[in-house]
């Protein structure tokens, strides 16, 4: 891999803004200062990165996606075009005697995207939630709660409809609450409401 930082002319990149080897940011793009962007990562056209949001390696954020502070995205997350993550949980203007708002007036809360997740365009994140590992979210989804590892959420509000693998394709239930993916034909468990892969699994009971 490159280990080239390439921003397009026309991007802002802020001094104080922190981009990791082998990333391409590209028209439009603006990345706040206090900003933390890993190695080989891909920001798309008109995608904005809001002071101190920190991206981990490999992320890929598409085409006019919103990321507000203070979220974190991990290694190898997929945002797909125009997502907006927000961080008011009680948005207003002005406060209750008409005075516009200033940054005291309201705590920020971001939203966690774990390892490997994808989400999907026009979807929304309200403020605090969290994605999990190698989760799928659907296009134009609002998600309002917490979605667990590898679970496929979709709709309005955001509702559980199925598993994905690390492959992102929906897995086939093969009985006794085992799932395999039909890509790699790795197989994963479900347990109280929550899948993990099988081969994690082998690993612990033969430490």
């Not at 997929?78 to 007036?105: C, E, Q």
């Not at 997740?117 to 998600?143: E, N």
């Amino acid at each position: 891999m490159t280990t080239e930082v390439r921003v397009h002319p026309s991007a802002q990149v802020e001094d104080g803004a922190l981009v990791g080897a082998g990333t391409t940011v590209w028209q439009l793009a603006h990345i706040r200062e206090g900003a933390r962007v890993g190695v080989g990562c891909t920001i798309g056209r008109g995608v904005y990165i809001d002071a101190g949001v920190v991206l981990g390696d490999r992320v890929k954020v598409q085409n006019y996606a919103l990321v507000y502070a203070p979220a974190r995205l991990e290694d190898g997350v997929f945002v797909g075009p125009a997502v907006v993550f927000t961080n008011d949980l009680y948005p207003r203007a002005v406060n209750a005697d008409g005075t516009s708002k200033t940054a005291a007036d309201w705590e920020a809360v971001g939203a966690t995207l774990r390892e490997g997740c994808a989400v999907g365009a026009r979807s929304v994140l309200v403020p605090g939630v969290t994605v999990g590992r190698w989760a799928m979210v659907a296009a134009g989804a609002v998600v309002t709660h917490d979605v667990p590892d590898f679970a496929l959420v979709a709709g309005l509000p955001a509702r559980q409809r199925g598993w994905v693998g690390r492959a992102g394709r929906p897995l086939e239930a093969v009985g006794a609450g085992r799932f395999r993916c039909p890509i790699g034909r790795e197989e994963y468990l479900e347990e109280s409401g929550h899948l993990r892969e099988a081969g994690a699994e082998r690993q612990e009971n033969h430490r």
